[in-house]
């Protein structure tokens, strides 16, 4: 990298940390706005997440960056839903180690503009801070766009990553391999519908990310709806048998055969069906929100020293390339962001019942 590229990138870091905003002890915003290379990594490939961080160092250039993953027990569910005026909702929950969330959008010159949610813990470590300049930058977030675990784009099609109990997908058929967080990346960025990821996700090798198995759950504006998941290194796609069916995904395989010796969320999924059904498949924004916080987490992790609890609640409109969240699972605080706006919030009043009346 030449003296006028590093000027480039040092002032897009220092443009994208400018951006950096804490809007309450739950949630921090972004803009990002260095080059984080997609199309060259894809071409390239990515079977872990050193060999993309290290891309991404070169990308940015700033060798000292690098997350701080742990492996820990996850949570999550997902529902796609319509609301009365028939626009397709994707309902979520991320459920992991307690820890704020950041909110990043980006704009790539060659693809979609999207917002999308990062957990500090799994890729930022809390927003640990490191020096650069003699001042005190929180570095770590410039590995936001693939560190996103959900997100929708300003087409509508909305993706999320869910963790399964099983031995983690480490596909070799010959085709260029693509990490967990990578995929999800590329779909946001490249992918208009449902039929575009599923076609994107089959022309890669998929390895999952952080020794555990996950499977993905899309919507887009116009109802389309499944569920990616790989059982044995072979990729499956779930779709609902008929609109009034429901699409709900937990912690375990839906795929007949699929390993769920260890699976978990079989009560959260049975919930989130039955108020499915007893809806018709139709809810506002504000109910499926609900649903979502009568189903968040919050236990005491067996054997490592802290709690497992929904970090974010997420209510996706594909139909205006929306994301109404509530995060740490505080409902009288519930915002609403769009794809094509970058670090705008509108807050909105409260979720929870008892606000309501």
């Known amino acids: 990298m030449d003296a006028h590229m590093r000027a480039d990138a040092k002032l897009l870091r220092e443009q994208t940390l400018s951006t950096l905003k804490q809007v309450d002890e739950n949630l921090w915003i972004m803009q990002y706005r260095c080059d984080y290379g997609l199309r060259e990594l894809l071409q390239a490939g990515s079977k872990d997440l050193l060999g993309t961080v290290r891309f991404l160092q070169r990308q940015v250039d700033y060798p000292f960056l690098f997350p701080d993953p742990f492996k820990q027990a996850g949570g999550c569910s997902a529902f796609s839903v319509v609301n009365e005026a028939g626009e397709p909702l994707m309902?979520?929950?991320?459920d992991y180690k307690q820890a704020p969330v950041l909110v990043v959008w980006t704009a790539p010159e060659d693809g979609y503009r999207s917002v999308a949610a990062v957990d500090h813990t799994m890729?930022?470590?809390?927003m640990k801070h490191l020096t650069l300049g003699g001042a005190k930058k929180p570095m770590r977030?410039?590995?936001a766009p693939y560190a996103s675990m959900d997100g929708v784009n300003e087409k509508g099609l909305a993706c999320a990553i869910l963790q399964i109990k099983a031995k983690p997908t480490k596909q070799n058929t010959g085709k260029t391999p693509i990490m967990t967080s990578v995929a999800l990346r590329a779909a946001l960025?490249?992918?208009?519908?449902?039929?575009?990821a599923i076609r994107l996700f089959s022309s890669?090798?998929?390895?999952d990310l952080l020794g555990v198995a996950y499977h993905y759950v899309f919507t887009d504006a116009s109802g389309d709806s499944a569920v990616v998941e790989y059982v044995d290194n072979e990729m499956h796609v779930l779709r609902q048998e008929t609109p009034y069916d429901p699409l709900v995904a937990a912690n375990y395989f839906l795929t007949p055969g699929g390993d769920n010796t260890r699976g978990k969320g079989w009560d959260r999924y049975e919930r989130i069906c039955k108020a499915y059904c007893d809806a018709g498949g139709v809810m506002s924004e504000t109910a499926a929100m609900d649903l979502l916080s009568r189903n968040r987490l919050y236990y005491h992790h067996k054997t490592l020293p802290h709690m497992v609890t929904t970090l974010w609640s997420e209510v996706f409109n594909c139909a205006a390339g929306s994301m109404l969240m509530c995060a740490g699972m505080d409902y009288s605080k519930p915002y609403r962001f769009y794809a094509d706006r970058p670090c705008e919030i509108e807050p909105l009043p409260c979720i929870r019942r008892e606000?309501?009346?």
């Open 141 to 143: 977030v410039l590995v």
């Open 355 to 357: 606000c309501r009346g």
């Open 91 to 94: 309902g979520r929950n991320f």
């Open 204 to 207: 890669y090798d998929m390895h």
């Open 189 to 196: 960025d490249t992918c208009a519908t449902v039929e575009e």
């Open 123 to 126: 890729m930022l470590h809390g």
